[in-house]
T-cell receptor, first 113, second 112 residues
Framework: SQQGEEDPQALSIQEGENATMNCSYK?????LQWYRQNSGRGLVHLIL?????REKHSGRLRVTLDTSKKSSSLLITASRAADTASYFC?????????????FGQGTILTVHP | GAVVSQHPSRVICKSGTSVKIECRSL??????MFWYRQFPKQSLMLMAT?????????EQGVEKDKFLINHASLTLSTLTVTSAHPEDSSFYIC????????FGPGTRLTVL
C-alpha cells in the first residue's frame, strides 16, 4: 500500500535558492531512499539513509531522518535549472520485504533560471 | 556501474492484444526483481515481486492472470500484460536486486 506522503506537492524556486522537500511514512523502516525522475523518464537514485542514521550528505544534497516522527527531508542547496524534476521518497521495510519499496506521492520541483 | 535495461522502451498496441516487457540486469545477477506501475503525474505503485525460479508475489488489487510475470533466469524477468485495455496504459518500471537494487529506464505502454 502507498504510505508515503510528501510535501509540498509542488515547489517553484529561483536558481541559487535552496529547496526542501519533506516525506512522512507510517510503518517501521530499514532504510529510506530519495529518487529523482525527469518527466517521462526512469528513476535516478539520489541517496539512501538507514534507520539508524539521522543525517546524510551527498554533494548538494542533505537528507535527514527522524524515525520517532517517521519523517525525512531532502534539502537541495544552491539549486540549478537542471534540478527541475519530480522527487520521490521511498521506504524499505526490510526483513522479508527487503528491496520492496513504498513510494511517496512526490514533489514536483521547478527551478527557474 | 550496474545497469538494468527494459525492452521495449515504448509500445503502442491495440485493445485486446498482449504485450511483453522485458527487464534485464546486464552485469549482475538479480535474485529478485520488482515491477512497478506509474500513472501520469502519480507515484510508483508496486505490482509484484518476482523471484528467480518461483512464482511471483502480487500486491493486493493486482490481477495475476492479467499481469503475467516470469523470472526465468537470474538476469531476466518478463511482464506480460494480457488482453490489454486502455486503462492499462501506464509507465511500467522494473527494478533488479542483487547486492544492491537498480531501476530500469521504464516502458511506456499505450493501449488504443
Amino acid at each position: 500500500s502507498q504510505q508515503g506522503e510528501e510535501d509540498p506537492q509542488a515547489l517553484s524556486i529561483q536558481e541559487g535558492e535552496n529547496a526542501t522537500m519533506n516525506c512522512s511514512y507510517k510503518t517501521s523502516i530499514n532504510n529510506l531512499q530519495w529518487y529523482r525522475q525527469n518527466s517521462g523518464r526512469g528513476l535516478v537514485h539520489l541517496i539512501l539513509i538507514r534507520s539508524n542514521e539521522r543525517e546524510k550528505h551527498s554533494g548538494r544534497l542533505r537528507v535527514t531522518l527522524d524515525t520517532s516522527k517517521k519523517s525525512s527531508s531532502l534539502l537541495i542547496t544552491a539549486s540549478r535549472a537542471a534540478d527541475t524534476a519530480s522527487y520521490f521518497c521511498a521506504t524499505d521495510a526490510g526483513g522479508t520485504s527487503y528491496g520492496k519499496l513504498t513510494f511517496g506521492q512526490g514533489t514536483i520541483l521547478t527551478v527557474h533560471p | 556501474g550496474a545497469v538494468v535495461s527494459q525492452h521495449p522502451s515504448r509500445v503502442i498496441c491495440k485493445s485486446g492484444t498482449s504485450v511483453k516487457i522485458e527487464c534485464r540486469s546486464l552485469d549482475f545477477q538479480a535474485t529478485t526483481m520488482f515491477w512497478y506501475r506509474q500513472f501520469p503525474k502519480q507515484s510508483l505503485m508496486l505490482m509484484a515481486t518476482s523471484n528467480e525460479g518461483s512464482k511471483a508475489t502480487y500486491e493486493q488489487g493486482v490481477e495475476k492472470d492479467k499481469f503475467l510475470i516470469n523470472h526465468a533466469s537470474l538476469t531476466l524477468s518478463t511482464l506480460t500484460v494480457t488482453s490489454a485495455h486502455p486503462e492499462d496504459s501506464s509507465f511500467y518500471i522494473c527494478s533488479a536486486k542483487g547486492n544492491e537494487q537498480f531501476f530500469g529506464p521504464g516502458t511506456r505502454l499505450t493501449v488504443l
